[in-house]
């Protein structure tokens, strides 16, 4: 299997999988701004927001170690024109998306200003 640098290559001329592993890479970054955020809240509602903070960090952690496995995966599919979506990722990224949201309003409408 041909390489380039540390990644195989592909006869995707679309570069579907670095694509995938860039929006990947958004996700990271919008959690970590979402931290940012709920840090600031930490003066107002105290430890809980801390909590918001540590999941989103926690989350954007646990898809930027997975990413170079899902860039890989989705390389050999493509070179066994095999490809199978990665339904776990997304779902438990989407999940704790929610989970967040969810908590991020709960924290806005109903924690009381310290």
Known sequence: MPTQGDTPTHGDAGLQPERTDLAWGRTTLSLVVAAAIFLR????????????????VL???????????????????????AMVPDIAST??????????????IYTVLFLPLT
């Open 41 to 56: 809240w930490m003066p107002h509602h105290g430890w809980f927001a801390g909590t918001l903070v540590a999941a989103a």
């Open 91 to 104: 779902a438990a990224v989407a999940a704790s998306v929610v989970v967040l949201a969810v908590l991020g």
């Open 59 to 81: 989350t954007a952690l646990a898809i930027n170690l997975t990413r170079r496995r899902r860039l890989h995966r989705a390389i050999r599919g493509i070179q066994q024109n």
